[in-house]
């Protein structure tokens, strides 16, 4: 073709396409939306599976945790720090590795003293992660992995708003826990911590020597205390392999075995766990990315079928354009190449309109989603998408130019102006009507049934009772920076900054001790009497008066004791799952365990109700572990009247009226926490009803607009037999006869795919998915009467018609 042809012809096109503006218009709008959607999913499946990360050699990063084994369980991705500094002093199978841990720490010498996420580090991080930096200079390398080095990076979001984004912020001072650290460097803006630490939040980084939870020479850190958040992270030298790293670990582990056994008896091995490093990230999340583009691709394969429907109605229209163009000597090729202009410029305007909304809904994403899933910072309109538009571009024009030219007869387009157009444009046959009605059926049912499963799993969430109040409730953790005071003398300040708190205004409630309603967990784990360790089990320090106040109920026994808070009597609480867990069809009170302290078992003597952690239900079920809040620190669960807020300036001032010496370690609007501790299953939620009411859209669209066009072709033929006496009735039986079979095998197979899909792979999906049965018969129940309308609502307007009127429009 060449260059006037071409510009001649797509003029033709888009004349063409501008005659016919509600067909144009359709087709834009149904494909935009779509392709949008898909290409949002698109991008964060990209970024999951095939964008490179921006790390060095990601196909050898691995990281390395520990697979605590004992006699009767195991407990995985918990890690002591002397198998970490073991690990980083003696491996010979990294070209590079790095010690990482995280925490918070409360930054004293700053306004309101914030609570900052930090990550500690030994040098190769930096190398390993590409740390930029934008001001000053990374943390000097040191020589030995304990060496004290005085100096931090900030993130460039701490950068401006502590100090203004001023260049004078190098050479400044951050003080924490009563020491001084200079800041040397900012961290560039992009650059977020892996999110499997501080779920990439981190704004200060330190020197790995500069976690006081090991390196300090008082008490260091004992074998048995566990963290979940301490890494080793590695590239593996060329021709290892994660079986070949995991071996010589082990053994390096194995060469101190006595140290461990001594530190940590009853622990039977412990076992290096070496994971790809990008696996480890994506945790469970990549899953979803699957299941999302599982879910897109249903509703643009829907979407598909609608705007073949209305190109199998255009090809009626076009059929008379190409008869012209015949008559005047357009040869078949040429009449082809005028179809495939038409689709691309519709295809190339519904791609670019999907990308602009993409870029749009990409931005909408990672604002929802920054925090509660990984890699999301990165997620773009990259080259994976982009090439991904120009295919879909490329193949649906070629698609429904291939759909048009096979319904118009090209050999009799001539013959066509003689014969008023009858005759060349074939008509869809009744097979092809059932198949297309029957597939959209069965993607519409499939993709509903599914969104269904995604929802009852989230409402399942939502609508459990989390075990605490949380409207108007806040949690106050309080501490006093280099307290000297014996634990006896501590008592006094339990009371005194109840007292404190109670005189800010609009203060109504305060109980002692410290709230789960938090992101994060705590876990703990206690031996009965004959030796039996338990699971890990989330915890709390609780006061006497918590379950009061929070609303938890105690439903066998007490709360603790006044003895028992004043460290005089060791007992403990724990909700009605542990109690089921360690002492089925019994009752565990009376009851003790060993655990913090060998020489002090600890006695049950209450058991509560649940705490349904919603992040966590699914691998502890409502266990709990509730201890007597002895004043290390000083927790309270503070309730505020209706309309009145705590700020953290108003708890300091009066914290501070008690001891000048009162930090603030946590203040945290328990309402607004629950709310992010269930923000994804809240926008999973909304997506599922969206998706669900989409798809149905789409889909009765299509079911209509086949079923329309189908009995509009044999508009004659029913006229003839509504003049011949042909009952209504009757006809509406025939003709529902030709499409119910379809639709019940496409419906039964929808039901079928999704019900065994699940059972099959329960494992992997049950973490996002739940068959209810109740609400899977209600929306069968639906579906089932959607189908019937959309099948019916068409026939109905055909057969209301008077039967010569029919006949007169042929």
Known sequence: MNTIRFSNQLKLAIQSLRQAKGFSVAIILTLSLTLACFFV?????????????????????????????????????????????????????????????????????????????????????????????????????????????????????????????????????????????????????????????????????????????????????????????????????????????????????????????????????????????????????????????????????????????????????????????????????????????????????????????????????????????????????????????????????????????????????????????????????????????????????????????????????????????????????????????SIAERYRFIEAYREALYKIDGVAKVAHGSSPVQYNTRASTVTDMAGNESVFIPQAWVGMDYFDVTGLKIIEGRTFSEAAMRGEKHEFLVTKAVNDLLKPGGSLIGETFISFDPDNPVEVVGITENFNHPRSFGRHQGRHFWWASQPFAFPYIVKMEEGKSLSRETLFTAARSVDQRTGIWRLTNLEKEYGLMTHMERITRNLCILLALFTLVLAGVGIYGVLSYNLGLRRYELGIRMALGAKSKRLYRQLFQDTILPLALAFILAVLVCVLGYTFFVEQISGYMLVNPLWLTAVSAGIVVFALFATLYPMSKILGAKPMASLRQE
């Not at 076992?271 to 490093?277: E, G, H, L, M, Q």
């Not at 495939?340 to 410029?345: H, P």
């Open 41 to 485: 999913v698109m991008s964060l499946f990209s970024n999951y599976f095939i964008k490179p990360l921006n790390v060095e050699h990601e196909d050898r990063l691995v990281i390395v945790e520990q697979d605590n084994v004992f006699a009767d369980k195991n407990s995985p991705g918990y890690q002591s720090f002397q198998s970490i500094e073991r690990w980083y002093k003696t491996q010979q199978v990294f070209e590079k590795a790095a010690a990482v841990s995280t925490g918070q720490e409360i930054v004293t010498n700053l306004p309101g003293q914030p609570k900052i996420d930090v990550t500690y580090a030994t040098d190769e991080y930096y190398e390993l992660f590409r740390v930029p930096v934008i001001l000053g200079r990374h943390i000097a390398n040191v020589q030995v992995l304990d060496e004290k080095v005085q100096e931090v990076m900030i993130s460039y979001q701490f950068w401006q708003r502590y100090f203004d984004g001023s260049e004078q912020a190098i050479g400044q001072s951050i003080t924490m826990e009563g020491m001084q650290f200079t800041v040397v460097g900012v961290v560039g803006q992009n650059f977020n911590d892996p999110f499997m630490f501080n779920d990439g939040k981190a704004q200060i980084w330190f020197k790995f020597s500069a976690d006081r939870r090991y390196f300090r020479e008082d008490e260091p850190s004992p074998w048995y205390n566990l963290f979940g958040t301490l890494k080793l992270i590695g590239v593996l030298k060329p021709g290892e392999t994660n079986a070949t790293a995991k071996t010589h670990l082990h053994q390096s582990l194995q060469e101190i075995k006595a140290q461990w056994v001594e530190g940590f008896p009853n622990i039977v091995d412990l076992v290096p766990i070496v994971t790809s490093f990008r696996k480890a990230e994506l945790g469970d999340n990549n899953k979803l990315a699957i299941l999302l583009l599982a879910g897109v691709t249903g509703l643009l394969l829907i979407a598909l079928l609608n705007v073949s429907n209305l190109f199998v109605s255009r090809a009626v229209v076009k059929h008379k354009q190409l008869a012209l163009q015949a008559v005047l000597g357009a040869k078949r090729r040429v009449l082809f190449q005028s179809i495939l202009l038409e689709t691309s410029v519709l295809m190339t305007a519904s791609v670019l309109v999907a990308l602009f909304l993409a870029a749009w809904g990409i931005k909408l994403f990672v604002s929802l989603s920054t925090g509660f899933l990984p890699l999301i910072a990165d997620l773009s309109l990259d080259s994976t998408v982009l090439l991904s538009a120009l295919l879909v571009c490329v193949l649906l024009a070629w698609l429904f130019a291939f759909i048009t030219s096979r319904l118009i007869n090209f050999t009799k387009l001539r013959a066509q102006v003689q014969s008023s157009g009858k005759g060349a444009v074939s008509q869809v046959s009744a097979t092809t009507v059932k198949m297309m009605v029957a597939v959209q059926l069965f993607l519409a049912s499939t993709l509903v049934i599914g969104a269904t499963m995604v929802l009852s799993k989230t409402l399942e969430t939502l609508n459990r009772p989390l075990g605490s109040k949380t409207e108007n409730f806040y949690a106050v953790h309080l501490f006093i920076q280099d307290m000297e005071e």
